[in-house]
């Protein structure tokens, strides 16, 4: 059996980042995807480096730009794709899954060695919204994934039964989904 593994799941940066329509062009709300996808590889890479990462997508582009372990995406949408990276991971012998998004606005490696730290059953890092920003399963499939509005409650609800820790990481409170969060995120390198 393999420790963890990190599941990035990335939509095609082409029909990525649309609530930034009204204020970025489809060519740079592309560029701006695929650089932060890149920035999360690079973090991980980094913060993380003897670790797994199982990136899950259907998009060409990004299966170009994995590093580690690729899978094509075969349903549609953000739970399906962490469900297929879960299932993945079970298949191929790990005790459990991180699950990152592609567009966290500045993580730090700090922050993600104390949610790795907490260890069996479920841990979740909040956003700022109510989301999910990043999610500690173990067993990797031990529960359904709900991301959306409110997931971070709809995760908790989930994980019934199960050790479950809410765990506030200053670090990813924030991802990059709309001109406020851009606004916030000025001046901050991408690389």
């Known amino acids: 059996m ?3 593994l990190f599941i990035i799941p990335m939509k095609d940066p082409a029909v990525a980042k649309s609530r930034l329509a009204e204020v970025l062009s489809d060519a740079v709300r592309a ?7 890149r920035r999360t590889l690079g ?4 913060a993380q480096a003897s670790v ?3 990136v899950v997508s259907e998009s060409a582009a990004i299966e170009a730009e994995a590093t580690g372990f690729f899978l094509r995406q075969t349903g549609s949408g953000l739970n399906e794709a962490v469900t297929e990276g879960a299932a993945w991971a079970v298949v191929n012998g ?5 699950v990152l998004p592609a567009d966290l606005a500045d993580p730090s490696a700090d922050d993600l060695s104390r949610l790795l730290a907490l260890g069996k059953g479920v841990s979740i890092a909040p956003a700022h919204d109510g989301g999910t920003n ?18 971070c409650l709809a995760h908790q609800r989930a ?3 199960l050790a479950c820790t809410i765990i506030p990481l200053e670090s990813f409170r ?10 916030r995120v000025r001046g901050v390198e991408w690389a």
């Open 43 to 46: 973090f991980l890479a980094e």
């Open 31 to 37: 560029r701006l995807a695929m650089a932060l996808f």
């Open 134 to 151: 990043a999610l500690l399963v173990s067993p990797p499939d031990a529960i359904s994934f709900h991301y959306g509005k409110g997931s």
């Open 2 to 4: 393999k420790d963890l």
């Open 174 to 183: 924030y991802d990059i989904d709309t001109s406020a969060d851009l606004a």
């Open 159 to 161: 994980a019934a039964g």
């Open 94 to 98: 790990y005790n459990a899954i991180c």
């Open 52 to 54: 797994d990462v199982l």
